[in-house]
């Protein structure tokens, strides 16, 4: 009848669970907890801000398809990880966050860092609960792992009071749970599957759009025969970049807008009609058009554009559904009008952006940075991408050729994101070039922890983009007013990365940059390239202004 501790038994469950790695900021009351995750031999990566931890154990999730798991220490230290929760719920990515707190038997006397923990929490996260008995702890971490995975994944909030991480419980008396695993994979209604076969085989301009949710299920394989049995166009999500070769002829991301508007019949797979997909809306979209659905959330299906069919189920499992039922009812749209409409727009628009990759104008514009860094990594390295335009620009520029190789902002639109998903992509892919295209105002978020990629030796490449202004984009450059969105100019990264132990880099001149970066890529450290831009510029001219009010907002 041996006791043991609720941290003891935190460290046990997670093990158990089989999480390798944790995200923190050490502090009271999780130290044991901490602590003795470093003894049981996981992995953690400690950080400078509870946000980081949050962000980068959602990014870890993604990429694993796993739950990746931050722990946070009480009061303000957890209500620090409440954007890195809110970014994994409006991102559908699994996050555990175990949040120390306040004894529960001091509750409401004014405990240190006492705070309304779980119920600021709770409207964030997809499950949240307050250990109230030692004993439940490994029961309470399973279900919140099961939470957190299952069906649309989401993050789940443990609220871990201090006087549940110290006490004791006999450990006779503690229920061993099974661990959760891999979630399960539901298929489609067979019956809706020749249905919406149908609808799309009737389809002249039909359109193949994937997202994240596709990436999460791991679909590549299911979706590539699909494409290559129909010939059907498509395009992807900022983060459904690499789900599909770029280089294959059915590709038409280069002509997005076009594709969108024009297209009669869409098959939607693990991607969202809000505002990434202009709420399937005209002028954005067709008046009218069939949609096929795939979600793994029955809710979804339908949400701002009726389904014509809605298949229900794991984006892996349903599309290679679809692809056994064109056994039955053969798809081939072959060469047409619209694939060599949407062809010739996409040579179009590369040819406009051409110029602009090859410029030798100082001071440089994104798309001659980012020309050089794609030049300079291979192909198989992951690109994160932080900040406004430099991330809208990057996804014209460098193309992704494999799945789950991308990282941005996401639906949350939530910048400060470019630092933890860099430390959490090299923690996971240890062997892979990991780049971050990062923003000037971006970098500001998080800045300091490329102190921590230094500390963990993780040869990160951070390009800063310093255009040292946060909206140029929607404002007009005055001399000599002084303008609320500046910021001072030519800020020396590179010098704080080199304080920090890493590699730095000042670039101002186009010519200089490939060398800065190949110096950059093969330091092994944790590096700066510190890009001093145009402050004025921009993205080639767009059809429609970001975020554009036109057209109509709802049906
Ligand atoms: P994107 O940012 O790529 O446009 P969103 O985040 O808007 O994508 O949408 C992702 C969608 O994928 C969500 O509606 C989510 O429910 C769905 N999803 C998540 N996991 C799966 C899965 N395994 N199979 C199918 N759909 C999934």
Request: hydrophobic share 45%.
């Amino acid at each position: 009848m041996a006791e043991i501790s609720g941290a003891q038994l935190v460290v046990d469950s997670l093990k158990r669970e089989g999480v390798d790695t944790i995200y923190t900021l050490p502090g009271d009351p999780v130290g044991p907890i901490v602590n003795g995750c470093a003894e049981a031999g996981l992995r953690v990566i400690t950080v400078r801000n509870e946000q980081v931890a949050a962000m980068a154990a959602q990014a870890h999730s993604y990429l694993t398809r796993s739950v990746g798991v931050c722990v946070a220490a009480s009061g303000v230290g957890q209500t620090n990880t409440l954007t890195g929760i809110a970014n994994a719920l409006v991102n559908c990515w699994p996050l555990l966050v175990i949040g120390g707190a306040s004894e529960l038997r001091r509750r409401g006397m004014g405990d240190f860092q006492e705070l309304a923990q779980l119920e600021s929490t709770a409207p964030l996260s997809k499950w949240s609960q307050t250990v109230d008995s030692v004993v439940r702890i490994p029961t309470l971490i399973n279900t919140a792992m099961k939470q957190a995975i299952t069906g649309r994944p989401g993050p789940a909030y443990l609220d871990l009071p201090a006087d549940m991480i110290t006490g004791t419980a006999d450990e006779d008396d503690v229920v061993i749970p099974q661990p959760y695993g891999d979630p399960p994979r539901p298929l489609a209604e067979p019956s809706k599957i020749a249905e919406a076969l149908e609808v799309l085989k009737k389809a002249e301009r039909p359109l193949l759009i994937v997202g994240k949710g596709a990436a999460w299920s791991r679909a590549e394989e299911e979706l590539l025969q699909f494409v290559d049995r129909t010939q059907i166009p498509f395009l992807t999500s900022p983060m459904g970049m690499g789900m599909l070769p770029p280089d294959h002829a059915m590709n038409v991301s280069s002509a997005r807008t076009q594709a969108l508007q024009g297209a009669d019949a869409i098959l939607m797979v693990g991607a969202r009609f809000n505002w990434i997909f202009h709420f399937g809306q005209p002028p954005r979209f067709a008046e009218k058009f069939d949609l096929v659905h795939i979600d793994i959330d029955a809710e979804e299906i339908g949400t701002n554009v009726p389904a014509t069919v809605g298949l229900n189920g794991d984006a892996k499992m349903v599309m290679g559904q679809l692809v056994q039922g064109l056994d039955q009812v053969p798809i081939t749209y072959g060469e047409s009008d619209w694939l060599t409409s949407l062809k010739e727009k996409a040579a179009q628009n590369a040819a406009t952006i051409e110029p602009m990759l090859n410029s030798d104008f100082t001071p440089l514009g994104y798309y001659r940075i980012l020309k050089e860094v794609r030049d300079a990594i291979p192909k198989d390295a992951i690109v994160v991408a932080d900040g406004a335009s430099t991330m809208d620009i990057s996804r014209q520029v460098i193309d992704n050729w494999f799945p789950r190789h991308r990282l941005d902002a996401g639906v949350a639109g939530c910048v400060g994101t470019g630092i933890p998903f860099s430390i959490a992509a090299k923690v996971v892919h240890p062997e892979k070039t990991v780049v971050c295209l990062q923003g000037d105002w971006a970098f500001g978020f998080n800045g300091m922890d490329v102190e921590t990629a230094a500390r963990f030796n993780l040869p990160i490449v951070w390009v800063i983009f310093q255009n040292a202004n946060i909206d140029k984009w929607v404002r007009t450059y005055v001399d000599g007013v002084e303008d609320p969105n500046d910021f001072q100019p030519s800020m020396r990264f590179d010098i704080m990365m080199q304080a920090l132990g890493g590699h730095g880099e000042y670039v101002e001149k186009p010519d200089e940059l490939r060398p800065a970066l190949d110096r950059a890529f093969n330091s092994g450290k944790a590096s700066i390239v510190n890009v001093i831009m145009d402050p004025g510029a921009s993205r080639r001219p767009q059809q429609f202004a970001w975020l554009a009010r036109e057209g109509r907002m709802g049906y």
